[in-house]
């Protein structure tokens, strides 16, 4: 729906156009944006399945699943900010890979998992690069919610920190020994 709503308003002309025109009141991503934004409410029952289950919750599992809720919420209400493409459209991509491989953890993604957090780690750059971007262009010419960046920025920095900690004791560490 988020793709859509990006074609449908010409989103796809220009980076600048991806980055900064308004969605306006287009329906396409509005309800794109909020079945994402309760898709993330419901990413919740992930740790609730593990707590039911007695696994351990790591704390980048935690407070990557308890606080993408909030930053979504965050860059929707007021006002949806304009590049919230990159934000949407990359989380889609790396949860797809993702979830097939917790479904099917011995399965054919089994060899490739290390790339899966690569994605993430690229993802939680570029998104990071997207916000500064539009700090970069200014306010004028690149109209944003301010508390969706605002927080965005602290957030994807956090989640970049807890995705390499975890890369570098998981895959890198690991093979010096």
């Not at 029952?45 to 965050?74: E, N, Q, R, V």
């Amino acid at each position: 729906m988020i793709t859509i709503g990006n074609y449908q308003t010409w989103k796809f002309e220009s980076i600048n156009d991806l980055l900064c025109s308004p969605y306006g009141n287009n329906i396409s991503t509005h309800i794109g944006a909020t079945v994402f934004l309760w898709s993330k409410y419901l990413e919740w029952i992930d740790t609730l399945f593990l707590h039911i289950s007695k696994k351990p919750i790591t704390m980048l599992h935690y407070t990557h699943h308890m606080s993408t809720a909030f930053l979504m919420y965050m860059n929707y209400y007021d006002y949806l900010s304009p590049h919230m493409y990159i934000f949407m459209g990359s989380n889609c991509f790396v949860h797809i890979w993702m979830y097939w491989y917790f479904a099917f953890p011995n399965g054919w993604l089994y060899p490739y998992r290390r790339y899966i957090t690569q994605i993430q780690i690229v993802q939680h750059i570029v998104c990071l690069t997207t916000i500064v971007d539009t700090y970069a262009l200014g306010s004028e010419r690149c109209e944003q919610n301010k508390y969706g960046n605002f927080y965005g920025g602290l957030m994807y920095l956090m989640y970049l920190c807890f995705f390499a900690k975890f890369y570098i004791g998981k895959y890198l560490i690991k093979y010096k020994n």
